[in-house]
Every structure is written in structure tokens, then in C-alpha cells.
């Protein structure tokens, strides 16, 4: 369900639901002045959330790179030792 959203359609979101939470306290409707300040706060808000998000995602994948060289093995360097050995240890 992880759907990735471009700074832009966020803003749209958050911009939409705003406008929507405002009409439902039945306030008079909105200015120039007031759809200026909104629009200003949800880029902020989008450009916060999309750096979270990007954040996350890094993290998430550093875990799993991490996981991977656990479960494979410490480095393709020791692998390489081991085997010269496994080869030193056969032909003696």
C-alpha cells in the first residue's frame, strides 16, 4: 500500500482537507488573504512530510542491506581467505 506522492499532490491533499475541515465549522467564506496562508502551510506541511517519508524509506533500506550482508556472510574478502585455506588444508 506504500504509494510514493510527489511534493505536489500532497500538497493538494493537505490543502483539500483543510478547505474542507474549515466549511465544516460553517465560518465565513475564505478570503484572499486566508487561501494565500493556506496554501503557504501545506507546502510547508508537504515538504515536511515528504522528508519524513524519504527518511523512513532510507532507513527501511539500510535495514535490509544490513540484514542481507548478516545472513550472506561478513565480506567477499573472508570468503576468499576461507577458501585459500579450505584449498591449503585439501592439498596437504
Known amino acids: 500500500m506504500e504509494k510514493t506522492l510527489?511534493?505536489?499532490e500532497l500538497r493538494d491533499l493537505i490543502t483539500n482537507t483543510m478547505q474542507?475541515?474549515?466549511?465544516?465549522?460553517?465560518?465565513?467564506?475564505p478570503g484572499k488573504k486566508v487561501k494565500k496562508i493556506l496554501s503557504r502551510n501545506a507546502k510547508k506541511i508537504a515538504k515536511l512530510y515528504a522528508h519524513t517519508l524519504k527518511r523512513d524509506s532510507k532507513k527501511k533500506?539500510?535495514?535490509?542491506r544490513f540484514l542481507d550482508t548478516a545472513v550472506?556472510?561478513?565480506s567477499k574478502k573472508g570468503k576468499k581467505q576461507k577458501e585459500v585455506k579450505l584449498e591449503e588444508v585439501i592439498s596437504a
Do not use: I, R, W
Not at 20 to 29: F, R, V
Not at 61 to 64: F, L, P, S, T, W
Open 6 to 8: 510527489s511534493k505536489k
Open 20 to 29: 474542507e475541515a474549515m466549511a465544516k465549522l460553517e465560518l465565513p467564506e
Open 61 to 64: 533500506e539500510k535495514a535490509a
Open 72 to 74: 550472506k556472510g561478513k
